[in-house]
C-alpha cells in the first residue's frame, strides 16, 4: 500500500476543505480579517520550502519513509525538529483563517494530528536508530515542533 506523503496530505486536506467550505459553510470570520491568511498561508508554505530546500542543499533524503542520511540541524532546524509539517501547519492555519468557515480550520488541526502520531514518531525512530546520541542531544535541545530547550 502506497502511504501518502505529507506535501499530498496538506494538498487533499486544502482541496477537501475548499470544497466543504464551498458546498456547505459560511465564513465565520469577519471579512476583514480573512485576508490575513494570505501572509500567514505564505509564512508557512515558506517554512516548508526553505526546509525541502536545506535538505537538498545537504544533499540529504527528504523522503519521509526513506532512510535517514545526515541529521540537518541548522537554520530552522535549530528551532523546530519539524519546520516542513510546522510550514504545512501554518499553510492550512492561513488557508483556514482565508476560508474563515469551520471547515477550513479542522484542516491544519487534522493534519498535525496526522503528523505528530504518525509521520513524526516514524523519523524519529529512524533518526535515533541511525544517528544514535547525536540525534538524542539534538532532540533533547530542540522541541519537535517549535522551541529551543534549556540544556542543564
Do not use: C, K
Not at 506535501?7 to 480573512?34: G, I, K, Y
Request: net charge positive; charged share 15%.
Amino acid at each position: 500500500m502506497q502511504r501518502p506523503l505529507p506535501p499530498s496530505l496538506v494538498l487533499v486536506l486544502s482541496l477537501t476543505a475548499t470544497l466543504a467550505h464551498v458546498l456547505f459553510f459560511r465564513p465565520v470570520v469577519p471579512d476583514a480579517l480573512r485576508w490575513g491568511g494570505v501572509p500567514v498561508g505564505l509564512l508557512g508554505l515558506g517554512m516548508a520550502v526553505w526546509g525541502s530546500r536545506r535538505f537538498a542543499a545537504a544533499g540529504t533524503n527528504i523522503q519521509t519513509f526513506g532512510e535517514p542520511d545526515l541529521l540537518v540541524s541548522d537554520g530552522l532546524f535549530r528551532w523546530s525538529r519539524n519546520p516542513m509539517y510546522l510550514g504545512f501547519g501554518v499553510a492550512l492555519a492561513g488557508l483556514a483563517v482565508g476560508l474563515g468557515s469551520i471547515a477550513g480550520f479542522a484542516a491544519p488541526v487534522a493534519f498535525v494530528l496526522v503528523a505528530d502520531r504518525w509521520y513524526i514518531p516514524f523519523e524519529e525512530q529512524q533518526m535515533s536508530q541511525t544517528f544514535n546520541q547525536q540525534y538524542d542531544d539534538y532532540a533533547a535541545s530542540v522541541r519537535r515542533w517549535f522551541g529551543r530547550r534549556a540544556i542543564q
